[in-house]
């Protein structure tokens, strides 16, 4: 930052240099709030979400929200880290969920976003963005009195010490914020009567990886968290004290994220890591459970079959391996052979949409028209109980276009190109939907919602790119 003041020799390159550091301000601001998660793979997985929930629900309870209105989300990033980004919505990045080592550690990551977001941070971020602007302009002011007065270099002086003023003043905002997300996570796990181990365990991991990557320890001013030392300081007391801090995790529910952690690795990890970490020799559930996965995706089905044999061969009708072993077969090019493996896993779990879309999937593949009748009804189902599902939407489509349905084929279209952000072609599919369904009719008040908001959204890329 300096640097950059540094070069601006004179007044007229003042505005610009302005600029830039309006810019970097902003970036900082929007590195708090963190990528948008739009921009990454959203990895949507039933067994995953519906742990996600039972290991949140307790927490969001305590922070005083509903738990149907707050989501847990997972994204396709190695890093470990997690972040809100407005809304009741939590991201959690995959490399954080299979470094963690039991699902407390998890659940006090989620309890400290969950201060982010009852604190309303993502809002009131503004205020420090605010903040730190009018440090910079009035420093910009004073510097360019000085100027004109005939002292250049004092009031660049004065320009470039502002400009780090403005930086910091947001930057301690910024820590204010975290150590409120901090404090407040440490009350919601103590009114859930969840430990705070798991908690002090993630930081002390964090720690651990910032000496790995030689982050300095000693100047907590140039970052927007607090020392992790000084944070793990603030906190052990405190969930020591705790009556929870002595309470084990439920036996089922770490369990459970074992085998979901596994999962997870199998899926996004390397192979080669995949199986350093869980060797053939390791016959746990987890152990054969990523293995299942990893097989799968490198090519080898017949060897991930074998895998999940052996897990349901161990739990005869669990609906997830059951699950797996219908993905399988389909994306071997097996649909009839996925059908009993995926029926029997909906009826086992008849309120999981995601398996139910699979299922339709499969319906549709085996390009039997016995089966769309059943598909369109399972699809259906799946949209009713979740409608953010682009997959679904898509095989949906597929149904209706067989069935010579072309109206509610494009509207299906439209769903999904407006659910992964492409208005520009979700407008003339919602468009064509509209001349082929009854006016005034749900399916039609459905396309004219989405062909206005995606006119809306098309004109609005069109001012910004002119």
Known sequence: MAELAATAPGMARRPVTLLV?????????????????????ILRDAETEALLRDMSRPLIEAAGMQPENVRIVLINDSEINAFVAGGQIVYIHSGLFTSADNANE?????????????????????????QATSVMIATLLLGAAAVALGAGEAGMGIIAAGQQAAIGRFLAFSRVQENSADQAGARYLARAGISGRGSLAFFRRLQNLEYRLSIPQNDGYARTHPLTGERISRLEATYQADPAWEVPTDPALEERFQRVRAKLAGYVDAPRLVFQR?????RTIPA????????????????????????????????????????????????????????????????????????????????????????????????A?????????????????????????ALAT???????GQPQLALPNAERAMMGIQVGTPDWLRADDIARVSRSAVQQRGRRNR
């Open 288 to 383: 054969r459970y990523a293995r299942a996965y990893a097989y799968h995706r490198t090519g080898h089905p017949e060897e991930s079959m074998r895998e999940v044999d052996a897990l349901l061969e161990s739990r005869p009708h669990d609906p997830y391996f059951l699950e797996l072993k219908g993905q399988i077969l389909l994306e071997s090019g097996r649909p009839r052979e996925a059908l009993t493996a995926l029926r029997e896993a909906v009826g086992i779990v008849p309120d999981q949409p995601l398996i139910a879309a699979l299922l339709g999937h499969a319906l549709i593949s085996t390009e039997d028209a016995a089966n769309f009748e059943e598909a369109k009804r399972v699809l259906r189902t799946a949209i």
């Open 278 to 282: 869980y060797p053939e020799s390791n």
């Open 414 to 420: 439209a769903e999904r190109y407006n659910l992964i």
């Open 106 to 130: 998890v659940q006090g990551v989620i309890a400290h976003e969950l201060g982010h977001v009852d604190g309303g941070h993502i809002i009131r971020i503004h205020e420090g963005v605010e």
């Open 21 to 41: 550091r309006m810019a970097m301000l902003l970036a900082l601001s929007l590195a708090f709030m963190a990528r948008p998660a739009l921009a990454q793979q």
């Open 385 to 409: 109980r979740d409608n953010d599902n682009p997959f679904a939407w898509y095989q949906l489509g597929i149904v209706y276009d067989r069935e010579g349905d072309e109206a509610r084929a």
